[in-house]
Structures are given as structure tokens and as C-alpha cells.
């Protein structure tokens, strides 16, 4: 292992890119909103919707853009936080890993000017937009570099029996939803749902610290994957009661799910996300108790429809896994709304 160079705090990166008294305002106020629909204050359908991964800053921020004012259309239904990904886990090791990694997606790892450009994309779209956004918790040290931009967090498949990433996790003061491991085991998911829940001492950056936990820690179904690398969906109704047996069968503050429409629940069929978010809806409003379970949707979206292939070099299209193009995700959010 070789040592290239030291990096900033995230004190100092955040004194370099400082948030403004309004948008710390805007972001307090989304805050607010999302732990709404968490804990049952308010029936609003939750929408974490945006990129697989954060690519480019200019389109990114195109797409939300996009997002602000079919989010005034639909506010007394909807609450949306657009998903900027700026990390991604690679199950071989393989691949884009995300703007941190690769700030410019076809030239070298440059973890210096990727923790920059991070911060950046993320300040500029609360700045411009009034979002604040959602990232993946794929690096827990690195949180406290976003931490005054994110409304929401989410712990990935392959991170979430992690002990570091649930000991985080207790410890943020924002909503931090667990996805169910690739294999499927929801025991997984629900003890890391439980420890975030409760208060730990640990080691954090150097710092002897202890978390409170965290009330609004849940669950997201995104599907499985089985040993002979077939995937299969969980977020049918029969999948909502069994998860809503394993929440009465525990003591969770807020028990709640956000059901991944992508991954292995649409075998990464990206135009499959409107009929399965409608089917989960649908669930919702046949039977009560899945109706109080489910408080969300979380879809992968972006300007053109699928993916591309690497040297393709198109504008708002996916280097990751493929998405929702604009004019299809703009139709199925007023779809929702309509449905809610």
C-alpha cells in the first residue's frame, strides 16, 4: 500500500464549501418532511429517485432541476429526495466506483478532487434547487464530508451486516434506510435496522464516540439474488406482511419500509420500476397493515432511458446500471400521485 498524500478534515472541507443560512434552512425543513412520512405524521409517499450513480455534475444537476417543479405539482402527495450516488460498491471490484473515486468518469482515480466535487454536487443542487439529496453510506468515515447536505442515507446490500456502517448509521440525524443483503436474509436487515435503533460507544475518526440511535433507521426490500445467480423480487404483498410480521415480532421506533423498484426486485429491468411501484401502492391500499408499513418508493432515474456503454459519452445517460428515462419517470411520479 502506498500513502499518495494527506487529505482535508471534513471541517475544512466544509469551510471551503460552506452552506448558506437559506439552504441550511431548506435543509432542515426536508428534514423534516422525510421524518414525517417515517414515523406516520404524514401519509405522503416518500420518492428517493434519481441516477444509479452520479456521473457529471451538469447533467445531474439538470436532472433535478427537472425534478423541482414536478415536486410543487405533487406536494400535498409526494416528498422527493433525488438520489445523488457519488460512491458505488462494485461486487468484483470492477468498474465506475463513483464520482469520489473518478470526479471525471474517463481519467484516473483522484480521491483528492473527487471528496471536492462531492461536496460541490451536493451543496450546488440544495444552493440551486432546495434538495437536499440522498447518498449511499458506502463509506462511513467519510460521512461527516456531507453530513450538513443529505437528508436521507441509505446502507447498501453488500454493506449492511457491516458492524462500522450500523454503528454509523445509530448515530446520524438523518433517516438511514437498511437494504436487505444480496442473499436475501431478512434477519440481516433487520438486526442492522435494530442496532442503528440503539445507542453505542465506538471509535470514529479518531474520536471516542456515542451515538443516541436512530429512530428512523428501516428497511428497504430491493430483491435477491440466489446461489445460482438467479434474482428474485421481495416487494410483492405476501413479502410486505412477512416484513411487517418481523417488525410486531421486535421493538422498532417507526417501523417502515422503502421498497427498491431496480436492482434484483426488476432483475435490473429499468422499464419494469413503474408496474412494480404501482403493484406495491396497490398493496398498500388493499390491506391496512401494509398500508402503515410502506412509506416509499425508491427508483433509478435519470435523463435519457437505459445504460451506456463505456466511450459512449451521451448526456444523462447511465455509466452504471440502467435508468428511467425523464419523460417516463415525469409520467409514473404523476401516476403516483394520482394512486396515493
Request: hydrophobic residues 35%.
Amino acid at each position: 500500500m502506498r500513502f499518495n498524500r494527506e487529505l482535508f478534515s471534513p471541517q475544512e472541507l466544509k469551510q471551503m464549501y460552506s452552506l448558506s443560512a437559506a439552504a441550511a434552512a431548506n435543509k432542515a425543513e426536508n428534514d423534516k418532511a422525510v421524518k414525517a412520512v417515517l414515523d406516520g405524521s404524514s401519509d405522503k409517499l416518500l420518492l428517493v429517485i434519481g441516477p444509479c450513480s452520479a456521473d457529471r455534475e451538469d447533467s445531474v444537476l439538470d436532472y433535478i432541476s427537472r425534478l423541482r417543479p414536478v415536486q410543487e405539482k405533487v406536494a400535498d402527495k409526494i416528498v422527493i429526495v433525488p438520489r445523488i450516488y457519488t460512491n458505488k460498491p462494485r461486487t468484483t471490484g470492477a468498474g465506475y466506483k463513483g464520482m469520489l473515486h473518478q470526479p471525471d468518469p474517463i481519467a484516473d482515480p483522484d480521491l483528492f478532487k473527487g471528496l471536492v466535487s462531492i461536496r460541490k454536487l451536493h451543496l450546488k443542487a440544495l444552493e440551486q434547487t432546495g434538495f437536499s439529496c440522498a447518498d449511499e453510506m458506502l463509506y462511513p468515515e467519510n460521512h461527516l464530508f456531507l453530513s450538513d447536505l443529505l437528508s436521507y442515507v441509505a446502507v447498501g446490500a453488500r454493506s449492511v451486516e457491516n458492524q462500522q456502517h450500523r454503528l454509523v448509521a445509530s448515530g446520524v440525524d438523518i433517516p438511514v434506510g437498511m437494504k436487505n443483503p444480496t442473499g436475501g436474509d431478512l434477519s440481516v436487515m433487520m438486526n442492522s435496522i435494530n442496532a442503528a435503533q440503539h445507542s453505542h460507544s465506538f471509535i470514529y475518526r479518531n474520536w471516542d464516540v456515542t451515538s443516541e440511535g436512530n429512530p428512523y433507521a428501516h428497511a428497504i426490500l430491493r430483491g435477491y439474488v440466489d446461489s445460482h445467480g438467479t434474482s428474485h423480487p421481495n416487494y410483492h404483498y405476501e413479502d410486505l406482511r412477512r416484513l411487517a410480521d418481523l417488525y410486531a415480532a421486535g421493538t422498532y421506533a417507526n417501523p417502515a419500509v422503502i421498497v427498491d423498484c431496480n436492482h434484483s426486485n426488476s432483475g435490473k429491468k429499468h422499464l419494469e420500476q413503474g408496474r412494480i411501484a404501482k403493484e406495491v401502492l396497490h398493496s398498500a391500499r388493499e390491506c391496512d397493515v401494509v398500508g402503515k408499513l410502506v412509506k416509499g418508493l425508491m427508483i433509478e432515474s435519470y435523463i435519457e432511458d437505459g445504460a451506456q456503454k463505456s466511450g459512449d459519452h451521451i448526456y444523462g445517460c447511465s455509466i452504471t446500471d440502467p435508468c428511467l428515462g425523464w419523460e417516463k419517470t415525469e409520467r409514473l411520479i404523476y401516476e403516483l400521485a394520482d394512486l396515493r
